[in-house]
């Protein structure tokens, strides 16, 4: 497995070995030691998977209770994923790392607690698959605008689909300071 570091400390993206040939492929999308050892938590307790169809913007959520680290991927279908780092204090915050995950690619990408998450689907239809560090919590689920021009994200599409959920989110700049997760240090 190649592990690439982004721009994001803590965000990584994952390229696992594939097998393939004229039958198929095989992969390993998670072996505890391997993705230990890559810096990733030993521990995931929920596994989630979502269906949408092209336009779709999932996001960008996040959770201040029982934060959640997210290992991502694409099984059918293209997606822009997108990790915004939205810790107080952090000397990152505001800042923002997508890339295209899809099923010809088989890359996965790690987004730890602390950070906003969110997808847009740019193939007709894509299965989304994540696993999360902690349970969903929806009492404590919070969520940034998409289009927030501070942050800035270059979003493949514009015309997109939102739930009526996501529609109501706020600027990065809008939220209190109680509905932010404080950054730590990790030296």
Known sequence: MKV?????????????????DARGFFLEIWQAERYR????????VQDNHSRSRRGVLRGLHYQLVQP????????RGAVFDVAVDIRQ??????????????D??????YIPPGFAHGFCVMSEEADFFYKCTDYYHPQSERGIAWDDPDIGIEWPLQ?????AKDQQNRRLSAQSAE?????QDED
């Open 37 to 44: 050892e890559a810096g990733l938590p030993a521990q995931f």
């Open 89 to 102: 204090g952090s000397p990152h915050f505001g800042r923002w790392f997508g890339c295209v995950l899809d």
């Open 159 to 163: 015309d997109v689909a939102l739930s």
């Open 104 to 109: 010809e690619n088989h890359r996965q990408l």
């Open 179 to 183: 509905d932010l997760p404080q950054y």
């Open 4 to 20: 690439i570091t982004t721009t994001l400390p803590g965000v990584l993206v994952l390229e696992p070995k594939v097998f393939g």
């Open 68 to 75: 959640q680290g997210k290992l991502v991927w694409v099984t």
